[in-house]
């Protein structure tokens, strides 16, 4: 069963920056996107940016301009480079990955507190 560990979370005061990875514990077939999401407590999941095994990205309009995604095919990774860092970007980030036939793998979430 591949699984995804994420890191890089943690506690920042605004303005800063944190820069999330996300590795799968073994090889994945077939990717097609690879994706961060983000909830906060009490509210849903959402989209925060994702980047196709092309190389096109999208952002949430919340965090154009100040976050950055990257990913290696090859190594099964991604990343999230967040600058400027505002408190509502507080909350759990996951990284997703989705392959061709449609499967979804889901990290377990990493914490991300920015104090104002």
């Known amino acids: 069963q591949v699984q995804l560990v994420e890191s890089g979370g943690g506690l920042v005061q605004a303005g800063g920056s944190l820069r999330l990875s996300c590795a799968a514990s073994r090889s994945i077939f077939s990717i097609m996107r690879m994706a961060w999401y983000r909830q906060a407590p009490g509210k849903q999941r959402d989209l925060v940016a994702a980047i196709t095994r092309g190389g096109i990205t999208n952002y949430a309009d919340s965090v154009k301009g100040r976050f950055t995604i990257s990913g290696d095919n090859a190594k099964n990774t991604v990343y999230l480079q967040m600058n400027s860092l505002k408190p509502e970007d507080t909350a759990v980030y996951y990284c997703?990955?989705?392959?061709?036939?449609?499967?979804?793998?889901w990290g377990q979430g990493t914490q991300v507190t920015v104090s104002s």
């Open positions: 997703c990955i989705t392959t061709s036939p449609a499967y979804a793998y």
